[in-house]
Nanobody
Framework: QVHLVESGGGLVQPGGSLRLSCTASGSIFSDNTMGWFRQIPGKQRELVADITTGGKINYGDSVKGRFTISRDHAARNTIYLQMDNLQREDTAVYYC?????????WGQGTQVTVSS
């Protein structure tokens, strides 16, 4: 059983920042990839960013240069997404994911709304 808990979503003005956190618990394989997807209304779910236990990082094209993903040095199953210069088009439900041993696990999602 794997459980992912996200936190940090909310309402922010354009140009503002938010930081999302996700902690995975349960039977987590030590070699894994964790990351974030988002669901924008009317669009398909898309990759925001992911990070392996080895530190390899991928970003979706729409967030490159604005978002930063990181993994906690002490709690290796906790990741963060620092979102800067948020725009209205970043409004979405953000889902944490964990991927290992050919299984993909999803969190319940946290709403991020960018509005003035």
């Amino acid at each position: 059983q794997v459980h992912l808990v996200e936190s940090g979503g909310g309402l922010v003005q354009p140009g503002g920042s938010l930081r999302l956190s996700c902690t995975a618990s349960g039977s987590i394989f030590s070699d894994n990839t964790m990351g974030w997807f988002r669901q924008i209304p009317g669009k398909q779910r898309e990759l925001v960013a992911d990070i392996t236990t080895g530190g390899k990082i991928n970003y979706g094209d729409s967030v490159k240069g604005r978002f930063t993903i990181s993994r906690d040095h002490a709690a290796r199953n906790t990741i963060y997404l620092q979102m800067d210069n948020l725009q209205r088009e970043d409004t979405a439900v953000y889902y944490c994911i964990a991927n290992f041993l050919l299984q993909l696990y999803w969190g319940q999602g946290t709403q991020v709304t960018v509005s003035s």
